[in-house]
T-cell receptor
Framework: GNSVTQMEGPVTLSEEAFLTINCTYT??????LFWYVQYPGEGLQLLLK?????DKGSNKGFEATYRKETTSFHLEKGSVQVSDSAVYFC????????????FGKGTMLLVSP | DAMVIQNPRYQVTQFGKPVTLSCSQT?????MYWYQQKSSQAPKLLFH???????NEADTPDNFQSRRPNTSFCFLDIRSPGLGDAAMYLC????????????FGPGTRLTVT
């Protein structure tokens, strides 16, 4: 089956620090990969996506590169802000046929001033 | 601009009293999903519709039902809510099976008293 493994949190950083949240996956077919962000009390927002190998998704200073050889999609940001504090979910969905989103367990990020 | 709309955003119901949550979409997507998300966990898929075809996840309790009267609307009915059903309920859409990303609504926070 499909699965997503992401690093456990919470990840605690000071403002302007560099962020990496690791994500690896297994998939039975060809997946698209996503990072979703969830702010306290809110729904999921798509942060970025990549639909094929070597694609780089980017948004709001966050980046992630689809690495087929290492089955990874690590999230990075060069300088985090307090407002980035949230839970981040890595997820995949297959690009053909019947498929639903497979989520990682989520990583909480706490950024202090 | 809202694409996936959930009403209400907050719902309080009594133990055992039926409750209905609603979701509507302006995207004309064929696939609609309902997820349950408990605190500090990833969303858990309850069921989804592909057009009018209903697909129930194997471990979704019978207490949860869904209706999709037309393309735009989808309802989640909880027939006899228990305290364990208190959660955030997320609706999502996808244009087609095997195509594109999922778009999430803001969620409905259900409290059971």
């Amino acid at each position: 089956g499909n699965s997503v493994t992401q690093m456990e949190g919470p990840v605690t950083l000071s403002e302007e620090a560099f962020l990496t949240i690791n994500c690896t996956y297994t998939a039975t077919g060809y997946p698209s990969l996503f990072w979703y962000v969830q702010y306290p009390g809110e729904g999921l927002q798509l942060l970025l996506k990549a639909t094929k190998a070597d694609d780089k998704g980017s948004n709001k200073g966050f980046e992630a590169t689809y690495r087929k050889e290492t089955t990874s999609f690590h999230l990075e940001k060069g300088s985090v802000q307090v407002s980035d504090s949230a839970v981040y979910f890595c997820a995949l969905i297959l690009n053909s046929g019947y498929s639903t989103l497979t989520f990682g367990k989520g990583t909480m990020l706490l950024v202090s001033p | 601009d809202a694409m996936v709309i959930q009403n209400p955003r907050y719902q309080v119901t009594q133990f055992g009293k039926p409750v209905t949550l609603s979701c509507s979409q302006t995207l004309n997507h064929n696939v609609m999903y309902w997820y349950q998300q408990k605190s500090s966990q990833a969303p858990k898929l309850l069921f989804h519709y592909y057009d009018k075809d209903f697909n129930n996840e194997a471990d979704t309790p019978d207490n949860f039902q869904s209706r999709r009267p037309n393309t735009s609307f989808c309802f989640l009915d909880i027939r006899s809510p228990g305290l364990g059903d208190a959660a955030m309920y997320l609706c999502a859409t996808r244009i087609e099976q095997g195509m594109g990303e999922q778009y999430f609504g803001p969620g409905t926070r259900l409290t059971v008293t």
